[in-house]
């Protein structure tokens, strides 16, 4: 449930960054601030899903 709020805060920061920066005619600099929330996401979630392969490779006994 943690991973939810934490996704959703950057989500709400980088919208109301990205508008600010609109509103003030600096799109391209609005671009990189979505493109850069939406690696920041991402890293999160690949590094959870290394977490999940790990838990599951000891659970069965892989390694």
Do not use: W
């Not at 989500?11 to 493109?35: S, Y």
């Amino acid at each position: 449930m943690d991973i939810i709020f934490k996704i959703a805060a950057i989500g709400l920061l980088t919208a109301i960054v990205n508008q600010l920066l609109k509103k003030a005619d600096k799109d391209e600099i609005a671009t990189l601030v979505t493109l850069a929330g939406l690696v920041i996401v991402l890293l999160m979630i690949v590094d959870m899903i290394g977490q999940l392969f790990d838990a599951l490779r000891t659970l069965f006994s892989l390694y």
